[in-house]
């Protein structure tokens, strides 16, 4: 039996497991939509709301918290300035996750986990400024 067993262990390390939520937290945050597999999508799910009801105080000790957790400060920023007061009004369920089929290379179960209410132009607009940067400081 394995009652109170706690999370998903997925092959890593404390330290692994901590980083690599921590950067998908950060990667979701920014993009509002993610695809990975369904473990990893089901053990990110509690972490990323957590993190968007504590934005919803919004005090100096919620950012401190968060930009511990995350350290990412584009996403505390986006975190307490965008999506806390998008789900002001929503007591809890901000993420879905939705199955996505299986990866071709080892057939893992996929999915894409995503904010309800998303800003669908978030997702790649970090990486479309990138670009436009780039081409303006060659031309």
């Given at each position: 039996?394995?009652?109170?067993?706690?999370?998903?262990?997925?092959?890593?390390?404390?330290?692994?497991?901590?980083?690599?939520?921590?950067?998908?937290?950060?990667?979701?945050?920014?993009?509002?939509?993610?695809?990975?597999?369904?473990?990893?999508?089901?053990?990110?799910?509690?972490?990323?709301?957590?993190?968007v009801?504590?934005?919803?105080?919004?005090?100096?000790?919620?950012?401190?918290?968060?930009?511990?957790?995350?350290?990412?400060?584009?996403?505390?920023?986006?975190?307490?300035?965008?999506?806390?007061?998008?789900?002001?009004?929503?007591?809890?369920?901000?993420?879905?996750?939705?199955?996505?089929?299986f990866?071709?290379?080892?057939?893992?179960?996929?999915?894409?986990?995503?904010?309800?209410?998303?800003?669908?132009?978030?997702?790649?607009?970090?990486?479309?400024?990138?670009?436009?940067?780039e081409?303006?400081?060659?031309?």
């Amino acid at each position: 039996m394995r009652h109170a067993r706690g999370y998903r262990r997925l092959n890593r390390t404390h330290e692994h497991r901590k980083s690599l939520f921590k950067n998908m937290a950060a990667s979701l945050i920014e993009h509002e939509q993610i695809k990975t597999t369904v473990p990893k999508a089901k053990e990110l799910r509690p972490i990323v709301e957590k993190m968007v009801t504590l934005a919803r105080r919004g005090d100096l000790h919620a950012r401190r918290l968060l930009a511990s957790r995350l350290h990412d400060e584009a996403a505390v920023q986006k975190l307490i300035d965008v999506l806390a007061p998008r789900y002001a009004d929503r007591s809890g369920g901000y993420v879905r996750i939705m199955k996505a089929g299986f990866r071709y290379g080892d057939m893992a179960p996929m999915a894409i986990i995503e904010f309800v209410e998303r800003d669908v132009d978030a997702k790649g607009a970090a990486d479309r400024a990138r670009l436009e940067a780039e081409d303006a400081a060659e031309a």
